[in-house]
């Protein structure tokens, strides 16, 4: 899994450096717009569908029940979603086909195609995680990384500087990944575990109501939307907010978070390695031990942010000229001022998953909305539309944290009073 989100996380940034170079500051804002568009609706709307999955299989699992009902009703109700969005996009193309996709159909076509592949990809993830295939997933979220990464290199050394290519890349890297391990996925959705014979007996479970399916999904939903939408909408607010700018402040502004956001690599991986056994000990009931974990993650992530500013404050603009070329600048302050609620954004993730754990779906999504709303009323401010962007994200970040910190210092105390349910997919929510 450590490897498979190194490669992942390695092609995006490769990605967006190499076609920030090959295709110049102004000609990139349309790739930013489109990458910032794919990862939050992409990652807003599926992730809470791996999320229950992961949880509805592993109980299946438990008690020998086939996990087909419930990987089926999950797969139409993910495809409908996905009909919906790309609906939705292709009836308000006249509005904003110059404004968001900056005249090219490639960026059209590669967002759809890319909404498509993260469908599938986290229906298959689910089905993995719940199944403990965690070879499959690993090898799904590896093969997308090192296709982005290699056909990134292969326009680059060709000398590709259209736009086009690149926004199709986007798209049919996730859709080409889930397309190599869907043979294991249908295996697994059909109740037979990877080896088995295939003429043996499909497992195809008991029926799942629709309402207990999906009560939980639309907590998780919301808040995944709402937190993607954080992280994300700054460099859609100012394409959209600052018409009277130059076309290229998209992608400053693109870049200057990129490099604001790198600990989040680092981060990855104190997931990975600190919270699946903060899960091990609920099961296990040990909730004092539950406290401590829980303290000793948050503490790493805090000095991790604290690192991420002040390497933002020393060398920050060094680091992106030298990622994206000397054409790309931005000030010192700003840059540090992004790795703040870079900073607030990872407090708060490290947080969610605790909430989760206590029951708090419903208190995860309040928290995300209210970040999300103080970044939309901070964007109506009077100053600098840079400053002001930044400023949204930082308090949006802090608005998150606290409405989470306060969920998890009212029910900690009664933590052991009760059993408590963890939901090992909540991990990975909001790393993509």
């Known amino acids: 899994m450590g490897l ?52 509805e299989v592993a109980g299946r699992r438990a008690t020998g029940d086939g996990p087909l009902p419930v990987v089926s009703r999950a797969a139409l109700a993910a495809a409908s979603v996905c009909a919906g969005v790309a609906v939705l996009v292709l009836a308000t193309l006249p509005w904003l086909y110059d404004v968001v996709y900056f005249g090219s159909p490639a960026i059209v076509v590669g967002l759809l195609l890319a ?21 499959w997933y690993a090898t799904q979220i590896g093969v997308e990384g090192v296709l982005r990464t290699v056909g990134t290199l292969g326009l680059y050394v060709a000398g590709v500087h259209s736009i086009a290519p690149y926004a199709l890349l986007v798209g049919v890297a996730p859709l080409l990944s889930a397309l190599v391990v869907s043979v294991p996925f249908a295996r697994l959705a059909m109740g037979q575990e990877i080896g088995q014979e295939i003429g043996r007996e499909i497992r195809r479970g008991s029926p799942v109501a629709w309402r207990d399916l999906g009560r939980n999904i639309a907590w998780l939903l919301a808040a995944a939307l709402a937190a993607q939408g954080l992280a994300n909408l700054g460099t859609v607010a100012v ?25 989040l690599f680092v981060f990855a991986v104190i997931q990975v390695a600190l919270l699946p056994r903060l899960a091990r000990t609920l099961a296990d009931g ?7 974990q829980l303290l000793v993650a948050a503490s790493c992530t805090a000095g991790l942010a604290v690192a991420g500013v002040a390497g933002s404050f020393v060398a920050g603009t060094q680091v992106l000229q030298l990622l994206f070329g000397p054409d790309f600048d931005l000030p010192r302050g700003q840059l540090t001022l992004m ?19 206590l029951g708090g779906h419903r208190a995860v999504a309040v928290a995300w909305i209210t970040g999300l709303t103080t970044f939309g009323l901070v964007l109506a401010l009077p100053v600098n539309l840079f400053d002001r962007v930044v400023l949204a994200l930082i308090l949006g970040g802090a608005a998150t944290a606290a409405v989470l910190a306060g969920k998890l210092f009212r029910e900690l105390p009664r933590a052991g009073d009760r059993t408590l349910q963890w939901d090992p997919a909540v991990d990975r929510a909001g790393m993509e």
């Open 286 to 292: 040990r909730h004092r031990h539950f406290r401590s």
């Open 115 to 135: 909404l498509a592949g993260l469908a599938a990809q986290h229906l298959q993830r689910g089905t993995f995680s719940g199944s403990e295939a965690f070879g």
């Open 4 to 55: 498979g989100l190194f490669a992942l996380g390695i092609s995006a940034s490769v990605y967006l450096v190499l076609a920030g170079r090959a295709v110049g500051p102004a000609v990139f804002a349309g790739l930013a717009v489109q990458w910032t568009l794919i990862y939050t609706l992409g990652v807003g709307l599926f992730v809470p569908f791996e999320q229950e999955i992961a949880r």
């Open 239 to 263: 394409r959209v907010l600052g018409r009277s700018l130059p076309d290229a402040s998209a992608g400053h502004f693109l870049s200057g978070l990129i490099v604001a956001r790198l600990p």
């Open 339 to 357: 790795a703040v609620g870079t900073g607030l954004y990872m407090v708060a993730l490290v947080l969610q998953p605790a909430v989760v754990a």
